[in-house]
């Protein structure tokens, strides 16, 4: 009997170790690739960081107070792994709505409609869905500024257009025109789009102009700062949602002052002194506007209902180069010469820094996404594009466009995915001149000028036909395709496990029959003993 028990003991011990076995080495499997693929970047990032990102700091907790909180030294992230992805895209060309040389894009807030200015005097509607043109508008004069003096109505119902003969009102329901007696580009405008409010220069004396948008009435009152001396430019930034108060830069000679303006007195206040306020982004609801501080290494916030001055510290050790907010205004991605990082625009407190390779120029509506659109080579192989047109593409020289994204809050992994410019022969030069998402995310839309090819709607999927006119392109991005390669390569990780799964499943079934075994031998001996 005892001996019995002997050999059933050693029996189990050996099921027990096969057991470990099998599962060390379905373990040693699933993860032996991942690490020395994790080995790999950060080995690359290392010999590469000192060129790119060099050292950058982080920042202790930050609050909307007026000081600024100590930033530490941090270490630069690895690179994030890249992912090729395949997007699919549409080049509009209509040559009486997008034109030779189209100066700014604007979406309406429902995402059926984009608007384009051109450089010129045209404005023109383009249907999304259809990607046709339904309405076109001629200004008064040539846009000025295009970018800085084009301003679309938080509900979609005016566009404004500043030109040379004064500033355009476009009704979005009628596209009827009107225009105001004021030749600037230095304005704001209340989210329902009826109110007006420039900062101009009249006989030397800087004043705040307030429009009655419906009536064209203007009342106006001189700029009384409290600096004393005149700025040498002043632009308006946001408004409060009660029009009380115009948050404006003034540019001095040795620095730049955020100023809270009433424009029913003429009186300012300074709130802030701040630097390269064109690198800011304003909030959705325009009510916030985001811009370096004097020392071009914080963030200040400065809010226009509370005429509060929050600061973000970003770098002690960098400047600050670009800023982007997503549509939903909860991520706010900040790029600085050492590297780049993201924050809860909320609260201001950091999420992560950026890795080297991640994209930070713009950031989804819904704030999830961080992403970048490029011009890249001529005939470049890649996409739906690469996929369908083949050798007839590469060999008529098509411009294409890399389209990166990654994770807001992981970052990862950089999934790219490259659509191709139709209006470009060989050798041409294509330049963005706008960005912007349909409000769900789904698409991405690019306004893109160059030397044209072709003409009409076409699908990146084929070649179309080359003309001599120089026409623009309005390019929509299918962004689904990031969102499968994500399902993807889920689905792939998925897979690697099954095997694991599987295996425990068939180990633990094998030594519950032998625990079965092990009792019925025992009670048989057992028996026979009796």
Same mark, same amino acid.
């Given at each position: 009997?005892?001996?019995?028990?002997?050999?059933?003991?050693?029996?189990?011990?050996?099921?027990?170790?096969?057991?470990?076995?099998?599962?060390?080495?379905?373990?040693?499997?699933?993860?032996?690739?991942?690490?020395?693929?994790?080995?790999?970047?950060?080995?690359?990032?290392?010999?590469?960081?000192?060129?790119?990102?060099?050292?950058?700091?982080?920042?202790?907790?930050?609050?909307?107070?007026?000081?600024?909180?100590?930033?530490?030294?941090?270490?630069?992230? %690895?690179?994030?792994?890249?992912?090729?992805?395949?997007?699919?895209?549409?080049?509009?060309?209509?040559?009486?709505?997008?034109?030779?040389?189209?100066?700014?894009?604007?979406?309406?807030?429902?995402?059926?409609?984009?608007?384009? +200015?051109?450089?010129? &005097?045209?404005?023109?509607?383009?249907?999304?869905?259809?990607?046709?043109?339904?309405?076109?508008?001629?200004?008064?004069?040539?846009?000025?500024?295009?970018?800085?003096?084009?301003?679309?109505?938080?509900?979609?119902?005016?566009?404004?257009?500043?030109?040379?003969?004064?500033?355009?009102?476009?009704?979005?329901?009628?596209?009827?025109?009107?225009?105001?007696?004021?030749?600037?580009?230095?304005?704001?405008?209340?989210?329902?789009? &009826?109110?007006?409010?420039?900062?101009?220069?009249?006989?030397?004396?800087?004043?705040?102009?307030? +429009?009655?948008?419906?009536?064209?009435?203007?009342? &106006?009152?001189?700029?009384?700062?409290?600096?004393?001396?005149?700025?040498? +430019?002043?632009?308006?930034?946001?408004?409060?949602?009660?029009?009380?108060?115009?948050?404006?830069? $003034?540019?001095?000679?040795?620095?730049?002052?955020?100023?809270?303006?009433?424009?029913?007195?003429?009186?300012?206040?300074?709130? %802030?002194?701040?630097?390269?306020?064109?690198?800011?982004?304003? &909030?959705?609801?325009?009510?916030?506007?985001?811009?370096?501080?004097?020392?071009?290494?914080?963030?200040?916030?400065?809010?226009?209902?509370?005429?509060?001055?929050?600061?973000?510290?970003?770098?002690?050790?960098?400047?600050?180069?670009?800023?982007?907010?997503?549509?939903?205004?909860?991520?706010? $991605?900040?790029?600085?010469?050492?590297?780049?990082?993201?924050?809860?625009?909320?609260?201001?407190?950091?999420?992560?820094?950026?890795?080297?390779?991640?994209?930070?120029?713009?950031?989804?509506?819904?704030?999830?996404?961080?992403?970048?659109?490029?011009?890249?080579s001529d005939g470049a192989a890649g996409g739906a594009g690469a996929a369908a047109g083949g050798a007839g593409a590469a060999a008529s020289g098509l411009t294409t466009l890399d389209v990166s994204r990654s994770a807001s809050d992981s970052g990862t992994t950089v999934q790219t995915g490259q659509v191709y410019y139709d209006g470009v022969g060989a050798g041409g030069d294509v330049e963005v001149r706008g960005v912007a998402f349909?409000?769900?995310?789904?698409?991405?839309?690019?306004?893109?000028?160059?030397?044209?090819?072709?003409?009409?709607?076409?699908?990146?999927?084929?070649?179309?036909?080359?003309?001599?006119?120089?026409?623009?392109?309005?390019? /929509?991005?299918?962004?689904?395709?990031?969102?499968?390669?994500?399902?993807?390569?889920?689905?792939?990780?998925?897979?690697?496990?099954?095997?694991?799964?599987?295996?425990? +499943?068939?180990?633990?079934?094998?030594?519950?029959?032998?625990?079965?075994?092990? /009792?019925?031998?025992?009670?048989?001996?057992?028996?026979?003993? /009796?």
């Amino acid at each position: 009997m005892r001996s019995m028990r002997r050999r059933l003991l050693a029996f189990v011990v050996c099921l027990a170790l096969s057991a470990c076995i099998v599962l060390a080495a379905l373990w040693a499997e699933n993860t032996a690739a991942p690490k020395a693929q994790a080995v790999e970047i950060a080995q690359s990032a290392d010999a590469t960081s000192a060129d790119t990102m060099g050292e950058s700091s982080d920042t202790s907790d930050a609050t909307d107070t007026d000081t600024t909180s100590d930033a530490t030294a941090s270490s630069t992230p %690895a690179e994030a792994q890249n992912e090729s992805v395949t997007l699919d895209s549409t080049n509009f060309s209509d040559p009486a709505c997008v034109g030779a040389d189209p100066g700014a894009l604007r979406i309406s807030p429902d995402g059926a409609t984009a608007y384009i +200015v051109s450089n010129g &005097s045209e404005v023109c509607a383009v249907d999304i869905p259809d990607f046709t043109t339904t309405h076109t508008a001629t200004l008064p004069g040539d846009s000025l500024g295009v970018n800085g003096g084009v301003t679309l109505s938080t509900d979609g119902a005016r566009l404004f257009v500043a030109t040379t003969a004064g500033i355009a009102v476009i009704d979005t329901a009628s596209y009827a025109v009107t225009t105001l007696d004021l030749v600037t580009s230095n304005y704001v405008v209340t989210r329902d789009g &009826s109110t007006l409010y420039a900062v101009v220069q009249s006989g030397g004396t800087w004043q705040i102009d307030t +429009v009655d948008v419906a009536g064209g009435g203007i009342t &106006s009152q001189p700029v009384v700062f409290q600096e004393g001396a005149d700025p040498s +430019v002043v632009n308006p930034l946001i408004v409060s949602d009660d029009g009380v108060t115009v948050i404006a830069d $003034a540019q001095y000679d040795s620095a730049e002052h955020i100023l809270a303006i009433e424009p029913a007195t003429g009186s300012s206040t300074h709130l %802030a002194v701040a630097a390269v306020s064109y690198i800011g982004c304003a &909030s959705p609801d325009g009510t916030k506007v985001y811009v370096p501080d004097s020392s071009v290494s914080n963030v200040l916030e400065v809010n226009a209902n509370s005429r509060e001055v929050g600061v973000i510290s970003v770098d002690s050790q960098a400047r600050i180069v670009s800023m982007a907010l997503s549509a939903d205004g909860s991520r706010l $991605a900040v790029g600085t010469s050492t590297g780049a990082h993201l924050y809860d625009a909320a609260s201001g407190a950091k999420v992560r820094d950026l890795a080297a390779n991640e994209p930070d120029a713009y950031v989804s509506p819904d704030g999830r996404y961080l992403m970048s659109v490029s011009v890249g080579s001529d005939g470049a192989a890649g996409g739906a594009g690469a996929a369908a047109g083949g050798a007839g593409a590469a060999a008529s020289g098509l411009t294409t466009l890399d389209v990166s994204r990654s994770a807001s809050d992981s970052g990862t992994t950089v999934q790219t995915g490259q659509v191709y410019y139709d209006g470009v022969g060989a050798g041409g030069d294509v330049e963005v001149r706008g960005v912007a998402f349909a409000p769900d995310g789904s698409a991405m839309y690019v306004l893109a000028t160059g030397d044209a090819s072709s003409s009409g709607a076409s699908s990146n999927t084929g070649v179309s036909s080359t003309t001599s006119d120089s026409v623009g392109r309005l390019i /929509r991005i299918d962004l689904n395709g990031f969102s499968d390669a994500s399902t993807a390569a889920q689905k792939s990780s998925s897979s690697k496990t099954l095997p694991l799964i599987i295996a425990l +499943v068939v180990v633990g079934c094998a030594l519950i029959a032998g625990s079965i075994w092990i /009792r019925r031998r025992l009670a048989s001996a057992e028996s026979a003993k /009796r």
